[in-house]
Each structure stands twice: as C-alpha cells, then as structure tokens.
C-alpha cells in the first residue's frame, strides 16, 4: 500500500540547492478547505515511545481513505459515535479504512495510536534520510516526516490542522504553522500549533533545543516571530540566522507580496539533512556551521514560503516553483554580486545541461521534484532560465507584477504552469503561448551559428546581414547579437523564427565582428569549445587517464592519492613519455617535472595567471580535439599533500593557486565565444 509521500519543498547541502519532493499524484476531489486534524501526541525520544490521539473532520464529505502507518497500533477507532474497527487484519500491516460516500454535511473519526518509532541513526546521509519516510527518535532528535503516515489522515488530501506536542524535560518540538500556546517547566514541554491554511501534510520535529527569538514586522507592519530551535552545540549561530531571515522576509515582501505566515524557524537536525517546509527550515547541523548556508540556501528556503509551499505547485503538469524559487533566490544573489557571478552561474546551468547523457533531458512539465542530479538540470536550472528569459523578453517592470499578481490571486491554491502563463499574459496583454509551449514542452535546447556575415556601405552607414541557422523544429528566440565597431559593443535583438533567416542591421559605424549571444542570455546547446575548460569536465568523465610526472616514490604516492581522490574511481595510469590521446588527462607532479613534461609535449607554458605564485598551480587547458587537460604542480610534497582535501571542491574552476591548503586566487578562463570577424 503506497500513498502519495508529501515531503515539502527543497533541500540544500552544500553550495547545491537539493530535493523537493511533494507528489500529488491522485486528482483532488475535496476542496481544499474540507478536512481537519486535532492531533495531540506525546512523544518520550528515550524509549522513543510515541502516543497519539486525532480527532479527525470532514466536511461535506465523499468516499474516503483513512491511512495510519504500519509501525503503530490503534487503540481506539470511533467513525461518528460508532466502532470503526482498527482498519488491518494482521500486524505490521498500514492502517487502511474504506469509508464509502455519506450523506452528510460532516464526518469526525477519531483514532488513537500508539507505538515505538524507529532509532535515529544520525550517520545517514541527505540521500539515505529522504530515501527512507521513517519516523525516528532519540534524544538529540526526533524527526516525523509526513510521508512515514505518523497520524492517521486522508490520503491525498490537503488539510489544516491543530497539533498539541507534549515532551519530557530539556526537550521541544514544533509542526509547521502558528505558536499559539507553549509551555516549558520541570514537567515537560507542551506546546500547540495551529495551520489554518490547507496543507500537504505534518512533520514534527524534536530535540534538546535551545530556543532563540527575534520579532519582525511584515510589510503591513503585523508582528512575525522569528525563532531559532538550535543544538546547544550551535546556538551562538542564532543570531546571525535570525537576522538573515529578517532581510530575506523584507526582500521577498517587497518584491512578491506579504509574508502569509505568523512566524519562521530555522530547526537544526542532527542529520546532515535539509528540508523546507511552510513557515520553518529543518536543516543539519553541519550544513548549518558551513559559512555559506545564511548567504545562498536559507534565503532559498525562506521563499519556499512564497513559491512552492505559498502557492502551491501542480504536479501533474510540472513542478514550476523551483525554478522560480532558484532564479529569484539563488542566481538572484549571483546578480546582486555582479554581472560576471551571474553570467558563470548561467554558463553552469548550459555547461551542466550539455554534459546530460541521452534521456536524462526531460521536458519540464514532467519534472515533479529532484531525485538526481539530472533533474535538478531541468527542473531547477532549465526552468529558472525559463524565468530568466520571460525577465528579458518582458522587462523588470512587467515581470514583477506578474509574480505579484500571482502571490496575490493563488496563494494556497494549486497552480499549474498554465496558470502561471495566464498571469504573465494578463499583465503583460501579450500572447505567451509559443514562448511557454517551447520551453515547457519540449526536452533539449535550440543549437544555433552565425553562417554567414556580409557587410555593404550603404547610405551614410553600413548595410550589415547576418545569416543564423539553428536545429528543427525551429523554436521562436530573440537571439541577441552583439555587434562590434570602433566606438564599442552594440547588442541587437534578432527575431528568430525559422530555422534559417537572413536580417539586415543598419549601422552608422563600420561594424567589425559580431558574435552570437556572447552574454548567454538564452537557453541553447553550447558551441564545441564555448564553454572553457574546468577541472571537472577532466574529474567526472570515466575515461579519463592519469599521468603521475614523478619518480619518487613518496611524491608519487601523494599525487596517486590526490588523483584517486579526484576522480572517486580506479584510477587508469599512463607514462610521462606515453602519447595523449583523445580522452581528458590528469597530470600532476612537482613545478620542474611539469614545465618539462609540457615542454616535452610542446604544450603551452603555465598560464600567467598561476605563474610564480603560491605554493601549488592548478590549471586546464582546453587541446584541439576538445579533450581537456588539468595539470596540478606542487613546490614539494608538502604542498601537494596539502591540495588532497580542498582541490574537489573546486570543480567549477578553470585555474587555481594554493598556499598551502587555502585556494588564494581562482578563476574561469573566458569563454570561446561565436565570433565571426567582418570582412
Ligand atoms: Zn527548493
């Protein structure tokens, strides 16, 4: 028996925005008002006993499904006043009640339950955590997920709901919604929550937190409290956390439309795990000590409220609010960093999207949530560029009312990308359907070349055509190019409608080269070449060869270690002297060994970038043929001990210097991109 698993929203380790989850794979038959819980549960995390007791309505009700997970046993089922059975025939089965249509305007069960949760095993991973819906509890935490069936509930049903948490001592716990009664004393901690909006479903969470608070005015000045819920270990990071989702509130407010909940809590796990959920954060410890969570993912999760767990994505048509969510938090701090950041964040996305295998690219109405990298190519980055370029192609002004207007006439509601579609139309009074039904429908990306350039003197100017092919069926694109002359860099929009097209550009000065979309501004398969070499392409392809450069046995054993590192497989070893072939290399060695292997190969020299400088270079270089090199050189064996820890985190990057284990300079080498020189 599966039900439809109702994990909210995104999780985040790392620099990477990760998972969402929540599948509403069955139709909605209620309206989305019709169901509540009243639930109270004692949860004791040392002997990880769990008592609960729900008394469950609907209103105006049809024929129903009434779920409670194996694990617990019933110990009271009343359906209106009568017995209703403990809804299974044999132990360590789902709890399953039938209840055919009524002619009524409300129903009420109520169930009791009771069991042992499963031990928290805090060495799970984020994969392994989401993997597995299992409540679990122990004393540095206890985690109910939703999709585990906790408490007995309609299947596939939104609900509101009430939850009255009662713990031992040193304990507190919290679901999603409103604080509305607490209290903490030598008995225990009891506190009530109340969600009066519908919702996909309860998490609870507990642990031995320390409680912090801050209070916030909302955009029409109503109080939100903001709340920590930190280990001991981390409560001095309190602050710091409450102040960053203070901004973020005001930043989103100010943009979308007011903050719709009466609080916000940033919830530390003892798993190294990330979730977001309406008016709360659930993420682990570790991934709250990393520096960057408060600038990059908690900003994410923090418009989650808006996006995803605010208005509700469709997902039988597509999961379009980590899109929005990705573009509006995470590329949107990249521009708020300059220019340059959100242009590298970009190139990722089309760097990433080329480097899909076959059939990993789906179109994004069918993505649905994250469950591996790929997807996350799509439904998070394809899409945010979907959003990108709907910026463009409507301007600033135009598309922030349209999100406006969609905060402000969907909340709580669930919404479809056609839904999002008639919002920007309504704004905008423009047509949206070709520009909606390309991106959405269709899985790849236009491939597109400058075939030709000709340039004539005309009347007091110039007559420049410019020829541009791209890959059937034709998607409809303003291509931008930019166009050089003398007095600097013009970017014109060209209206691309078919697969071949010929446009003629008026120009005052003489124009000497153009080049195809050089800022990448739309989402299109790269040139060969476009993209410059970084020293993941040489770390992930399977095929790629390592050259150790030296004898000695105790250098080679580091930059063996290094490489295994690198590349988290078996390593396939060739000789210094041994030719390169077509596949990526590794090359490693001490500084002398390098500048005579590369001399030997007749290769470039180091790049001035990483010449003379720190204690360790690392650098690509991008050979004909497209396979690429990355070369690691070390002033001794110290120094290239010293790269084996941090150097993998630094995929993204075409060059790197070292002082020791510190990155002290990085960069990625500028991009090949379509030129054609006017003759
Ligand atoms: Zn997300």
Redesign the pocket.
Known sequence: MTIAPFIR???FVFSA?F??APAISAPVPFKMNEVEYDIMVKIDPMSRTLEGKSLITVHRPRELQLLLGAGYEVTQAEFNDGALGIGREQANQPHVWNIPFHFRQQIQFLIQWKGVLAPLDTALDHRQTLARPVAVSGVDGTFLPDSSDWYPRIAGQFARYKVNIELPPGQKGLVAGRLIEENDSEQGYRATFEFSHPAEGIDLMAGPYAIDTLMHHNIKQKPVQLRTYFHPQISKLSKDYLNAVKGYLDRYESEIGEYPYSEFSVVSSPTPTGF?MPTLTYLGIDVLQLPFIRSTSLG??VL?NWW?NGVYPDYRSGNW??GL??FMADYAYKEQESDVAAREMRLGWLRDFAALQPGQDVPLTAFTSRTHGASKIVG?NKAAMVFFMLRDHLGEALFQRALQGLWATRRFQITSWQDVQKMFELVSGQLLESFFAQWLTRSGAPALEITEVKNAAADSGYSLSITLKQTEPAYQLQVPIAVETQQGSTVHRLDLQQAQQTFTLKLTDKPLAVSLDPDLRLFRQLAPGEAPPILREVIVNSATQTVLLSAQPEIRKIAETLAAKLQDRKLEIIAPDDPLTSTPALVIGLQTEVNAWLTAKKLPARPDETSKKGSAQVWTMARSGGASLAIVSAQDAASLEALIRPLPHYGRQSYLVFDGRQAIEKGIWPMLVQKVMVE
Do not use: F, L, R
């Open positions: 929203s995104c999780i925005c998972v969402a977001g994410h999760e989650h995803g609010s980590e969510t990705t998070y």
